[in-house]
């Protein structure tokens, strides 16, 4: 029977990190709740990395507090913190086999070598890596040497697991093998975890909740369908998957005019001065016959991307050109080509404004 691990609850409150003159982190104020798998997504150097290695001890605030459960760990050394942690690079040491590297942090405890071998054996079996238990890592491929310094982390039962950049070396196909086993495995173990990334695919397809991070501050905390689907300003909506901008000018707190038409809004305008700008997903965008639509515009260029063709669509009095996300049916039922005139609604409930 697999050990169950108790997750931890960890609060940051107040949180800054300064690197003389640079602001890395600014007010960081986040709640992880008890056997929560969070990702911390952003782009490089938005500080997402920086606040993992706060929470392990392995970087000092400049200000600020952490809790795990009732223990302030504020100053903690990284040894007397409740964590396990796996790098993007493994760590894995390469002269110890793949039991004593899985066994490494159970003997510096001093735990009696029966419970040792029967831990190990449970890890294995976990990992599904028990015949390999011999072999060293150079022996092994990328995604199982992986999965060891996974196991290696477990092993203690720590009741914080911190992931950083853990898939960023795999192929495309180990990588998402890889994060729907360790998606499994935190969920039948209960820790909680917190993943750095900046793969938004990895961060929407794994997370309980999503922290978006940028310029060294939170711009939104959410579920993954929530960041999605709700983006909170126009940073996370153009991060976040393909976003089409549109900028308009305000004529009322719920319509906007967009060329020489107007459109009435489901989501209320900003508190913004002047122009706005409208966004839209790819996928959001109606393309319709000749005459059916609220404009019209011509096909400059299509991507064919498998499950659906990337069409980019040029409207004289709109801007840039929008991209529209078509399933190969419909676009046959078009019949779309470069060339092509069509025409397109932008549905209401679909569009978000933000502050140009």
Not at 99 to 107: E, H, K, V
Not at 329 to 355: E, I, K, N, T, Y
């Amino acid at each position: 029977m697999t050990q169950q691990t108790q997750g931890s609850r960890l609060e940051i409150q107040g949180v800054h990190k300064n690197f003389g003159d640079f602001t890395a982190l600014k007010d960081i104020n986040l709640t992880i709740e008890p056997g929560e798998l969070v990702c911390f997504l952003g782009p490089s150097g938005c500080g997402k990395t920086t606040l993992l290695r706060i929470i392990a001890g392995l970087e000092q605030q400049s200000a600020g507090q952490l809790f795990q459960g009732s223990d302030d760990i504020s100053h903690k050394p990284p040894k007397d913190r409740d964590f396990g942690i796996v790098f993007q690079s493994y760590a894995l040491f390469p002269n110890m086999t793949v039991t004593d590297n899985i066994a490494y942090g159970l003997r510096s405890i001093g735990m009696a070598k029966a419970r040792i071998k029967a831990r190990v054996a449970e890890l294995l079996a976990l990992i599904g890596l028990a015949e390999h238990a011999s072999k060293y890592p150079a022996q092994l491929s990328g995604g199982q040497q992986q999965r060891v310094a996974l196991a290696r982390a477990l092993a203690p039962s720590p009741g914080l697991l911190l992931l950083d950049e853990p898939l960023s070396a795999l192929d495309a196909k180990v990588r998402h093998h890889l994060r729907s086993e360790i998606r499994c495995l935190q969920k039948q173990l209960g820790v909680t975890t917190i993943m750095v990334t900046h793969d938004q695919e990895e961060a929407l397809a794994m997370a309980d909740r999503v922290v978006v991070m940028n310029d060294g501050v939170i711009e939104q905390v959410g579920t993954p369908l929530e960041i999605y689907q709700q983006p909170g300003s126009a940073f996370v909506a153009e991060f976040i998957g393909a976003m089409n901008f549109i900028d308009t000018a305000p004529v009322n707190g719920r319509r906007v005019k967009v060329g020489d038409r107007e459109l009435d809004l489901v989501r209320p305008l900003p508190d913004a001065q002047g122009r706005v700008r409208l966004a839209i997903r790819p996928e959001d965008v109606h393309l319709l016959p000749i005459g059916e639509g609220d404009w019209e515009g011509q096909v400059e260029a299509m991507d064919y991307l498998g499950a659906f063709i990337r069409t980019h669509i040029r409207l004289s009095d709109v801007g840039p050109d929008l991209v529209v996300d078509v399933d190969p049916r419909s676009a046959r039922q078009l019949d779309l080509s470069v060339g092509a005139r069509v025409c397109l609604h932008l549905p209401s409930d679909a569009l978000h404004c933000f502050a140009a």
